[in-house]
């Protein structure tokens, strides 16, 4: 039979007992972990967010009690109410392994059928289960820990900036589709038919308008959306710190940023974290590390190589060269032995997942260049890799020949997984770079047009304005990233506050005035009245999660995640609607 909690209220958390509670009478809720029974003797852990602590049940102590915990099972509400005594066998792999709690009076608050998945850490069910029933598997000790870590680091982030003078404000929900960036998601509106709300991918317009309304410093720890396909490590809604600032430079905003993030590490993982931080620009990150967030955890940079084959008579290089492309390789240090042809083989496989054609390899063995494309190599363009690189014993060289993009993505990506498989990476280990001096446009090739690399209203690097026109691919950004283990952790930029600089900026991106002004119009409008220099920054917090808890899964760190495919496996989202729903909406949805 069920019972209420009667006049029993918890005097401590389970976890938080200690010798030092060694007499006191406590009164403990939670959930059973397990029991086990050994005659006149009941021994039972029980479990509350806190963690474990052993509690035993005597016939000598309490006959009632005794024999109401003969029907104790797994995962049982109950309330307990005993004594602290030491433990005769004490277990030391355990926080409260040197007491236990004899109980005088059991009261069973609700039963519990079999879960389907194990409450502890190191069940190794399917993701697909822990997602379907997360209301059990949110019971496991690390996944509560990642909780309450989550909700610790967000209360270090508030208190820092409310110390700095931030207000924190709320921005909406329904807000305008806009352009550029990735696909909104679309809300019907019932009142409004035929027109839709999108919900926003950041708050963006929203924080530059409170600072032309003078707020001065504005966050918001706010939940955003983005209609994309996910990778592994992406969700549909996310949420991001949001930070903008008034009557700043980049300077201002990078170093108030650093010290908050010396403030999370120091209170969340008690890490000191040197300041300044590292900067690095995004040219000198693509050259040596062939992405714009570089895991410095290890070395293995790129070289470029390109030169020493302008008059090569290998074809592939030759035609690379002569196409504009590159030439780029990365050196392991002695490490030729370790890569058989299978290996090398699976690594071609693999750089051929990031578009590359091939990949050419070179060992140094012997005073001289061990490869498959020796044969093709003159004497001279051999010496000269051998000098270039400063190629010693046992060195072995992967080459990638392709656009600049490609050769950049392949071999970026190939140096990571060298380092992983050789395990050169101290996982325990924090590198921080801020990546500066953005280009402010890409080519979308599938668009044939110059887009914005963050957003429209980011300010160009003031001696680059007059290249707007004449030369948008050497446009540096005012915009600055925050990397951490090869990780983008946040980004952000000085804004545009001209109302000239804005509509050239429009322009460029190929957007006629009409346009811009039907999509940012509200935006344009407030530029006419007094826009103070602003800038801001923010951070992606499920990523930095996964930093602070050392999780390599992004569902670890959210309380109900989505999977792959955008969907909730414990509440069944996204569903159909009803015909009476979409008929009110004016909306008809076809196969």
Not at 206 to 234: H, P, T, W
Not at 340 to 348: A, D, N, R, V, Y
Not at 473 to 500: F, L, P, W
Request: glycine share 6%.
């Amino acid at each position: 039979m069920m019972e209420t909690m009667g006049d029993l209220r918890r005097t401590n958390m389970c976890g938080e007992l200690s010798k030092n509670d060694i007499g006191k009478e406590v009164v403990l809720m939670g959930w059973v972990q397990k029991r086990r029974s050994l005659g006149g003797l009941i021994f039972a852990d029980l479990r509350d967010i806190t963690g474990l602590i052993q509690i035993v049940f005597d016939t000598e102590v309490n006959k009632e009690s005794f024999e109401k915990a003969e029907g104790l099972r797994s995962e049982f509400v109950i309330a307990v109410r005993g004594k602290v005594l030491e433990r005769e066998s004490k277990n030391l792999e355990m926080a409260t392994g040197e007491i236990e709690v004899y109980i005088e009076e059991l009261k069973i608050l609700d039963t519990a059928e079999t879960p389907p998945i194990y409450i502890k850490d190191d069940d190794d069910v399917s993701e697909q289960m822990r997602l379907k029933y997360r209301f059990l598997d949110l019971r496991k000790p690390h996944m509560q820990n990642n909780l309450i870590l989550r909700s610790k680091t967000s209360k270090v982030i508030r208190d820092f900036l409310y110390e700095n003078n931030f207000n924190e404000i709320e921005t909406p929900f329904l807000t305008k589709p806009t352009p550029e960036g990735a696909r909104d998601y679309l809300v019907p509106s019932r009142v409004n038919p035929g027109k839709f709300y999108a919900l926003p991918q950041s708050p963006q317009l929203f924080k530059q308008l409170l600072m032309v309304s003078g707020m001065n410093r504005y966050f918001q720890i706010v939940r955003c959306f983005r209609d994309e396909d996910l990778r592994a490590n992406r969700q549909p809604e996310f949420t991001q710190v949001d930070i903008e600032m008034s009557f700043v430079d980049v300077e201002d905003v990078i170093s108030i940023n650093e010290n908050l993030i010396q403030k999370i590490f120091k209170e969340v993982k008690n890490v000191d974290i040197e300041l300044p931080i590292k900067r690095m620009s995004y040219q000198t990150a693509m050259d040596k590390y062939g992405s714009d967030k570089p895991d410095l955890r290890f070395g293995y940079e790129l070289a470029n190589i390109t030169e020493i084959f302008k008059n090569s008579e290998f074809n592939a290089f030759k035609s690379t060269y002569d196409s504009k492309g590159v030439i780029k390789c990365v050196k392991i240090d002695s490490s030729s032995d370790d890569f058989s042809k299978k290996g090398i083989s699976k690594l071609e496989k693999f750089v051929k997942t990031y578009g590359a054609k091939g990949l050419a390899w070179m060992k140094y063995e012997n005073g001289a260049i061990d490869s498959p494309i020796a044969k093709f190599l003159s004497e001279d363009e051999q010496n000269q890799i051998i000098s270039a690189l400063e190629l010693k014993e046992k060195d072995i060289v992967f080459i990638v020949a392709d656009k600049e993009s490609v050769v950049n993505t392949a071999l970026g990506a190939l140096r990571i997984e060298i380092a992983h498989d050789k395990n050169l990476i101290d996982e325990s280990k924090y590198e921080l770079v801020w990546i500066t001096d953005f280009p402010l446009f890409e080519y979308d090739d599938e668009e044939e047009r110059y887009v914005a690399k963050h957003h429209p209203f980011t300010a160009p690097v003031d001696e680059d304005i007059d290249k707007l026109e004449t030369n948008p691919q050497g446009v540096r950004a005012k915009a600055y990233d925050i990397v951490i283990n090869g990780d983008e952790i946040g980004g952000g930029s000085i804004r545009i506050t001209n109302r000239a600089l804005q509509n050239r900026m429009f322009r460029a991106l190929g957007f006629t005035d009409e346009e811009a002004n039907e999509k940012f119009g509200f935006l344009l409008e407030a530029f006419k009245y007094g826009v103070p220099p602003h800038g801001g920054i923010a951070y992606g917090l499920d990523r930095f999660m996964m930093l602070l808890t050392e999780s390599d899964n992004i569902r670890d760190v959210i309380a109900f995640p989505k999977t792959q495919s955008a969907t909730c496996l414990m509440t069944e989202a996204p569903t159909h609607a009803t015909e009476k729903q979409l008929k009110e909406l004016g909306i008809e949805v076809t196969e």
